[in-house]
Structure formats: C-alpha cells, structure tokens
C-alpha cells in the first residue's frame, strides 16, 4: 500500500495535495471493497499499467474538466459498495483509459487479464466514442448506444455508475453539461436503473435529475420534508410500537423502519393527483425485514403481514404480491397498504433480508444469490432489445419510444390455459400476449377467449386473466395492428412481417409482368423498363411493382406504354450497326502502399477488404461489417447494405477515408447508347486521353438499334468517376451512363 502513496504523491500532473490525497482514499477504499475479488497479481498488473498512463504526459482530464482517474476510482466504487459489482469490472475501468489513449491494444489486455476484461473494456470504448462529441447522447446516436448497452450488460452498469457520479460532481461542470447530462439520467439512466432492480441508484437518480432540471420544485419539496420531519417520525414510532412487539412475541428475528419516499417520487404524486403537499398521507413506507432462512421466507413473510392487517385495516385493492410472482427484474415483496392511526393510510413492505438486497442492488444481488442462471428474465429482455436494434428501419424517435416502452411500464400476470405465466406491460392487448408466446402465434391470432368470454385482438389484458388464443391459418399481420400494440417485441414482429410481405408481393408483380411480356412474345430491355419507370414518377423500383401488385397499375397498360416509349426511341437511332465488340485491356492494378481508412476508433494498419459486391472506391459513402473473414467495406448504397444494417446491425463499424487517395479502383460502368460503331471508338479515344486513368476491359453487345455496354476503368476515387461519367454522357449517341 505504501508504494501506491509514493507513486501518487509524484505525479505532478495534479493541482493540489488535497487532489492528491483523495486519490489515495478512493483506492483505498476500492481495495478494502474488492477484497478478494481480484487477486494480489491481478491488483500489481493493473496498477503498475494505471501508473503508466496517469503518471505521464497524457491528458489527465476528462471533456468536463474532472480527473480522469478520479472518476474512474469512484465509478469502479459504486460498483462495488453500492451496485455490488466486483472483480473483473474493477480492473476493466482502471484499465480502459491505457487503451484509449494507445498504450494497451486489446489483444495484450486479453493475453494478461483475460478475455473477460477486454470485452468489458471494448464496450467502454465503445460507449465513450458515442460521447466523445457531445456532453450527451443526441438521438441519431442512440441506437448505437443501444447496440453496444445490448452487447453485456455490465457495460450498462458501468455507465450508470459513471452517470451517477457525474451527477454527485455536479459543483464540477458547467451549466450547460449538467443540463445534459442530467436530462439523459431522467430519460435514460434512471429507467435502466429500473429495469435492472437498481432502485437506490434510480431514485438518486431522479432526485438529482429533478435538483438541476427544476431546482425550484426540489427546494419547496425537501423544505416540506424537513419541516415535516419531527412530526413524521412521530407517527411512524406510534405505528411501528405495537407491531415491533407482536413480531418479539413470536420470536422472529427482524429489522423495522419508517423510509420517506423521494423527492421526485413525491412530486409526481403532486402533479399526478392534483393536490397540495398537506394532503399527500404516503409520504413515507414502513419496511420490516426479516433475517429469514430460504425455505421461510414466504411463510414469515405471511405471517409478518397476518399480523399487521389484525391491527390496521388493510385496503385489498392494494395488496401487491410479488413473493408469488416476482418481477420480471428479480424484485421480491409483499406489499400492502393499511388504516394507521388518526385514519391515514401507510403502505407496509414485508421481505426477507436476502430479498431487500436484491431490491436495493438489484441484478448483482441476484446473481450472488442466484449464480448467473438468467431467473430474472434479463437475458429475455436484452433479446428483445437486440431484435429490436437490429431490425430497425424506422426514425431515431421511434426507435426511443419502442426501446423506453420496456423500461419503465407496470406489469401485469397473464396465464395460458396450461396455467404457464407471461408477465406483461400494464395495458398489453390480447395482440400482445400472442406475440409473447410466439411470434407465428402472434402473426396467426383473430381473437381470443379470456376468463371464458370472446375478446377481439385489441382487449386489453389484465393481472390475473387465462387467454386462450384463436388462430387462423389465413391470417396475417396488417398495418393498424402497430396502433394498439404495446409490446416493443409485437411491434418489431409485426413491421418485419408486413415488410416481408411486401416483398412477396413486389416479388409476385415482378413475376406477373415478366410473365406477360413473354407471352406477348415482347423481348423486355432491362434499361428501358428502368428508364420507363422513371418516367412514370417513380422514385424506385420497389414502388413500382407495389402498385402493379396492389392494382393501381395495369400490366397491360404497363407494356403498351413500354413499347410506345421504345418506338420513340428507335425512331431516332441511326442504322448504322456494330457487331459484337469484345476488348480487354489488362492494366495491373496498383496495390495499396498504405492506409487510406480509417476504421473504427480512428485506427490505421487493420486488415480489411473491399466488397466484391458493391466494388467501392476512395469517396465513396462506406462503412466497415466485421465478418467471419474479417472487416469488409461495403458502400452505403450496396445492394446488400440494407440486409447487413437489419440483420446485423451490431456488427458494422464506423469507416471514413482518410487524406489523399494514393490507389487506384477498378469501377464499371453501364452504358446504353445508339447501335453505332463510331460510339465505342470514340468512349475508348477519350478514356485513353484521361491523365491517371486506365481501361481495364470493355464488353459491347447490341439489341434492336441499341447497344448495352459494360467497361471497367482504374480511377483514383469518386471525382475521378464522376467527371467521366459526365464526359461519357456527353458523347454523341450515349443515352445512359450509370454505375454497376
């Protein structure tokens, strides 16, 4: 320990000796709390590597102007005191700032801490590139953060350490940062909190958010608390008394108290109900806890609750049992709510010590109690967060809604005729209920039978009720569907089925005018249709075959259109004829002597190839999918890129290119111009006048007075391209240049 004071106490770095000093209190503290959860060997890496970077000219300051060590020590320690989070967690925090800053590539940080850490470390990194513009995370960029969230969840838990911290440093930062970072904790922070059993975490949260956001309604409220406070404490000593000495007399082991509710809780009971702070009775709850072994816990639980509902008269409309059925985050309780002296109702919760851990520390508690077995329908709901992401096609604000639709809803307890439980959102529909058991049950469902009696699919469901689904095999998703769904898993099921129909469909209309152009004995010129369909208005193909497939389109009209388009333009072709013309050229291609990409976290020097499929070329709108085989560019707009971005969504990298190009690409060009032998002399003339420009090869055939063309050329990148497509398009009898 002593070696770690004298290495702190030289780093110059620092401001001042009380900085100094609170630094060697954090990592005391975070020692004592680790404990033996990282060993001695792995304590002596980690700190000669931490030492490395914050004892050297690296930047020690974070985009708010606080010490970077100091804010990892303290997120790395509210993992462990106050989430319960340990081990390799700690290490990967303390670790990422080498990695970011170079020094450690993940591969040495896999080889000498293990694969776990760098994992951990890869999501950080992953996480503060997302941040690094901005003090938050602005909608375009929340489904990346999503996706990286999606990856493990102990990257979750990080960020809402650190989040919670940043909001504790508030005298720290700036007006404008905090104003940010605090709207985020509201709307993003604090709900995954929830979600994750993290309560003491979520309401420090939202009182905090609360204290910045509208610090005006944050004073009046801990004013009336204080005031209140005396008189309070009273009455929940005159409640507690004769409950505390019945439990003595049956001989349980027990802790009592009285817990006020939060801040921003209380408020939303202000604004919700309408009232005035006087007339709000719930302020407070009573919580008794017993030190109670696994096999009685529900039983001394009952008991506990038989005893204060023979003293106070209970409400039964507000008995909340979730001993039975416990929520779908791990949270087990019995609550209750009772007539206490002076007639003012007080809401009681029974549970047991192992179950008050979990609701304070949530999904860390349970897994110390439960191992890492998935009891808590984490890994069900992390799922539905990857299906959601990764077949997202809607607007940044949608994406929001869906993924926040999850986070903070009530549930309800929906059982099948088998009697298997499904816990929902409160307000889920029958819709949603099929859906949750499977997806072709979903697709399937026209109505259904609850508690005995018909419901159509937009019955809302309540706790308690059996539904038995009525399916029929012509049935399928439609459009106002999404109107009543609750469920982001139903709304995802839904929008991917209906695009999948419109596939089909697209598909089937496809077929049709095919179909019909060969038995009218038509030969159908692939060009002329495209240039046919934009003459129709159509901004794209796929909207033009819709409307075939939906009858807003006759085929018939279609084809008598399509040829009257080709008679006007055979009509002004010459008769001149040019016979099939074959031409490669080889030209070798120039290897690459150096980066040009920068992939990823701005690295240089990673393998990587370009896609066969869509061919890019320096310029071109890009990004990276990390395959099997390695990093693949693709262009934006390859045929293949929506596929990649719906299916696999988490596997693209952010790609830009960097400088001058020093290469060249080979890029194909289609061209369709007059049947006429002068046109290929004169596109080859003018190619091999072109300065850093090559013919690769060149391929001709003609169709009915027009010719079809494909050429390969060696650009350097795409303003290269796009000068000579305008030159090709420019010469004499050239109708259309486009690229493959």
Not at 104 to 123: K, Q, R, S
Not at 434 to 453: D, Y
Not at 701 to 708: H, I, K
Request: proline fraction near 3%.
């Amino acid at each position: 320990m002593q070696i770690i004071s004298v290495i702190f106490l030289k780093m110059e770095n620092y401001k001042s000796d009380n900085e100094t000093g609170n630094l060697i209190s954090l990592y005391h503290k975070l020692l004592r709390s680790l404990n033996d959860s990282v060993s001695a060997e792995e304590r002596r890496k980690t700190r000669e590597q931490v030492v490395k970077v914050y004892n050297s000219d690296a930047t020690l300051t974070d985009n708010y102007g606080l010490n970077l060590l100091e804010r990892n020590l303290s997120t790395a320690l509210i993992l462990a005191d106050e989430i319960g989070v340990k081990g390799n967690v700690a290490t990967a925090i303390l670790l990422s700032q080498a990695v970011s800053d170079g020094r450690l590539p993940l591969d040495y940080i896999a080889e000498n801490f293990g694969h776990d850490v760098a994992d951990v470390i890869h999501g950080i990194m992953k996480v503060q590139e997302l941040y690094s513009r901005n003090a938050a995370i602005e909608t375009e960029n929340f489904h990346k953060l999503l996706l990286s969230f999606a990856e493990d969840v102990r990257v979750i838990l990080i960020m809402i350490a650190d989040r919670l911290h940043l909001m504790r440093m508030a005298k720290s930062l700036s007006e404008d940062s905090l104003q940010k970072i605090s709207a985020e904790a509201s709307y993003l922070y604090a709900p995954l909190s929830h979600k994750l059993g993290l309560y003491k975490v979520k309401s420090e949260l939202e009182d905090l958010s609360l204290k910045f956001q509208d610090r005006e309604m944050y004073d009046f409220i801990a004013r009336k608390l204080n005031e209140t406070k005396r008189s309070r404490d009273l009455y929940i000593a005159e409640f507690i008394a004769p409950v505390e000495a019945r439990l003595k007399e049956l001989k349980l082991n027990f802790d009592i108290k009285g817990r006020t509710k939060s801040i921003h809780s209380i408020r939303n009971k202000l604004i919700k109900n309408k009232v005035e702070f006087e007339n709000i009775y719930d302020l407070f709850a009573i919580r008794v806890i017993l030190d109670s072994p696994p096999e009685k816990e529900k039983a001394e639980c009952w008991q506990v609750y038989s005893v204060v509902t023979d003293m106070y008269q209970p409400n039964p409309k507000r008995l909340k049992d979730w001993l039975s059925i416990p929520k779908s985050n791990g949270y087990e309780s019995l609550h209750t709510t009772v007539m206490g002296p002076h007639g003012r109702w007080v809401e009681v919760q029974i549970r047991s010590r192992r179950m008050d851990e979990i609701a304070e520390r949530g999904l860390a508690a349970h897994w110390k109690y439960k191992g890492l077995k998935d009891e808590t329908g984490l890994d069900e709901w992390m799922n539905n967060v990857r299906e959601a992401l990764e077949h997202k096609d809607s607007a940044p604000s949608d994406i929001i809604r869906d993924f926040k639709m999850d986070l903070y809803d009530e549930e309800i307890f929906v059982f099948t005729p088998k009697g298997d439980l499904f816990k929902l959102p409160k307000d889920s529909t029958v819709l949603d209920f099929a859906f949750a058991v499977h997806s072709k049950l979903g697709s399937r469902c026209t109505s259904a039978r609850v508690n005995g009696k018909n419901v159509t699919i937009r019955y809302k469901l309540h706790s308690g009720d059996q539904v038995d689904i009525q399916t029929s095999p012509n049935q399928t998703p439609k459009q106002d569907w999404l109107s009543f769904v609750k469920t982001a898993k139903a709304r995802v099921k839904i929008k991917q089925s209906l695009k999948e129909q419109a596939a089909k469909q697209v598909e089937l209309a496809k077929e049709l005018l095919h179909r019909r152009f060969k038995n009218r004995k038509i030969d159908e010129d692939e060009s002329l249709l495209m240039r046919f369909i934009k003459k129709k208005g159509y901004k794209n193909v796929t909207d033009f075959y819709a409307d075939i497939a939906n009858e807003k389109l006759d085929v018939n009209q279609v084809i008598d259109q399509y040829l009257e388009l080709e008679n006007r333009e055979l009509a002004e072709h010459s008769e001149r004829s040019v016979e099939n013309f074959h031409s490669p050229t080889p030209v070798e291609e120039k290897t690459k002597t150096e980066d040009v990409l920068l992939i990823d976290r701005n690295l240089t020097g990673i393998d990587y190839q370009l896609a066969k499929c869509c061919n890019p070329i320096y310029g071109d709108d890009i990004f990276g999918y990390a395959s099997a085989k390695g990093i693949k560019i693709h262009r934006r707009n390859c045929p293949n890129a929506p596929e990649l971005m719906n299916k696999y969504g988490y596997r693209l990298i952010t790609v830009r290119w960097a400088g001058k190009p020093k290469n060249s690409y080979p890029v194909t060009l289609k061209i369709v111009g007059n049947d006429d032998i002068g046109i290929v002399t004169n596109i080859t003339s003018l190619i091999s006048k072109e300065n850093g420009m090559s013919l690769r090869s060149i391929s001709v055939e003609p169709s009915d007075g027009l010719f079809q063309g494909a050429l390969t050329v060696m650009v350097s990148d795409t303003s290269v391209m796009n000068t000579l497509i305008k030159k090709l398009k420019a010469v004499k009898g050239v109708k259309q240049v486009s690229r493959f």
